[in-house]
């Protein structure tokens, strides 16, 4: 599990700690943040074009960056 934490960080600024432990410890934790990099990416690449494509994908994208976001917060919290 490769992940950069760049994103959430951003996210989180004051949960660096806990987010660095929880990568380490909580595989559920690990695949939830590795989603949102690929989700936080696909939006990024779709919105940097000049067609920006289906407005569709966007609104999933966005999504599925907040439902990942509430989980992850859930589990910084806990």
């Known amino acids: ?5 760049g994103e959430l960080v951003g996210e989180f ?7 660095l ?3 380490s410890t909580n595989p559920r ?4 943040a590795d989603a949102y990099d690929e989700t936080m ?3 990024q690449q ?6 920006p494509g ?3 994908d966007r609104a999933r994208l966005h999504r599925r960056e907040v439902e ?3 989980e992850l917060c859930t589990l910084l919290v806990s």
């Open 13 to 19: 600024p004051d949960a660096v700690d806990r987010i």
């Open 46 to 51: 779709l919105e940097c074009r000049l067609d």
């Open 54 to 56: 289906n407005a569709d």
């Open 68 to 70: 990942l976001l509430q």
């Open 1 to 5: 599990m490769t992940h950069h934490i």
């Open 21 to 23: 432990e929880l990568e």
């Open 29 to 32: 934790f690990a695949d939830l």
């Open 41 to 43: 990416d696909a939006l």
